[in-house]
């Protein structure tokens, strides 16, 4: 492949303990003949100490903004807000293209500095499906928040862990009352995550694809005591939840978890919150009679770092290999362009799936 340097930049949000790319990984990248820069951060899974063994560059966190001109920086989340105009390239999820909160400003910003997302959501084979996705872990951390939260054993602030250790507090005790569970999007990689642990829970949940919520049965939903949103709309769809169910005296529905988090946009299949949970508090109450509890935590796999970032990495490294080849790259480039083209002239708005 031709020369490409890539760095791997620290994350701004507290919690993020994940990364794009694991030491084994960068150590293949190194020896294929990439340059790697690895920012130093306290709180990625891995120390900046495995990344140098194998070849890496070390560097200060956050001074990817100083970066060669032809830099990939790869990350997970948001941004810091400075520097206004994005002169690079950045791979990482931006959540820029379904109208959120943000991003517009966003897209401005890579328009005034030059730069590009190359946005992880929409690195898709020729069939549109994702080729390096968090979405398991995302579905099995979902549920099981869920099901501690609903058997009254979710602990706050959250902190990472292992997934063995997870499971052990899963696991049903004595006592426990028996739950009705229902996953929405069973069939994608949340929904196949969010079954495993319903399993390891000792729950046989009720599993809702797209032939199910095209004709949505809200009494049967409402009838479950929890619920897992793992549905990723690209198109608008009729919500699942609407305020009305939320005060239905009948509602049996006691928890509810949205893997997908897409509070903000238009295409938000449950309406129904307008902000996230975070780490520090976990569940919300929504509704006091009956009660009704959200969690909504947006970087939900990073509560299990090592496992989901050895995997998100495996998937990701053999297209860091071909970078300049992949076609891959050049889809994720061509939604990008559609959206920066979205903008208005004002600058406001941004382009809709």
């Not at 790697?36 to 951060?41: A, H, N, P, R």
């Not at 063994?53 to 807000?81: F, I, N, Y």
């Amino acid at each position: 492949m031709t020369e490409r340097h890539l760095w791997l930049r620290h994350e701004v949000r507290s919690t993020e303990r994940r990364t794009t790319l694991v030491p084994d990984d960068a150590r293949r990248l190194v020896d294929s003949g990439v340059r790697l820069t690895v920012e130093e951060s306290p709180q990625r899974i891995f120390p900046v100490a495995a990344y140098e063994a194998v070849g890496a560059r070390v560097v200060p966190a956050g001074s990817w903004t100083s970066a060669p001109p032809g830099t990939v920086v790869l990350g997970l989340k948001e941004l810091p807000d400075e520097p206004a105009e994005l002169t690079h390239h950045h791979v990482y999820f931006g959540h820029a293209y379904k109208e959120q909160p943000g991003a517009a400003h966003l897209l401005r910003r890579f328009a005034a500095g030059g730069g590009a997302l190359l946005d992880l959501e929409y690195l898709v084979d020729d069939e549109g499906r994702r080729l390096a996705a968090f979405g398991y872990w995302a579905g099995y951390l979902g549920a099981a928040l869920a099901v501690l939260q609903h058997r009254g054993r979710l602990t706050a602030p959250l902190r990472p862990t292992d997934k063995d250790t997870l499971d052990e507090t899963l696991r049903p005790l004595p006592g426990d009352e028996d739950l009705t569970a229902l996953v929405v999007g069973a069939l994608g990689r949340s929904g196949r995550g969010a079954r495993a642990a319903f399993a390891t829970a000792g729950v046989d949940p009720t599993c809702w694809d797209l032939a199910e919520t095209r004709d949505l049965d809200r009494a049967a939903l409402l009838g479950h005591d929890v619920m897992v949103n793992a549905v990723l709309a690209t198109s608008p769809i009729p919500p699942f939840l609407r305020e009305q169910d939320l005060d239905d005296p009948a509602r049996r529905l006691r928890t509810l978890c949205d893997v997908t988090c897409d509070v903000g946009s238009p295409l938000n299949v449950l309406p129904v919150y307008d902000r996230t949970t975070e780490w520090t508090e976990p569940a919300r109450r929504l509704r006091k009679e009956p009660p009704l509890d959200l969690i909504a935590i947006d970087n939900l796999p990073s509560l299990l770092p090592r496992e989901s970032s050895a995997d998100f990495s495996r998937a990701l490294l053999p297209l860091l290999l071909e970078y300049d080849v992949n076609p891959a790259w050049s889809r994720c480039m061509a939604r990008f362009r559609q959206a920066r083209a979205g903008l208005g002239p004002d600058g406001e708005g941004g382009h809709r799936d």
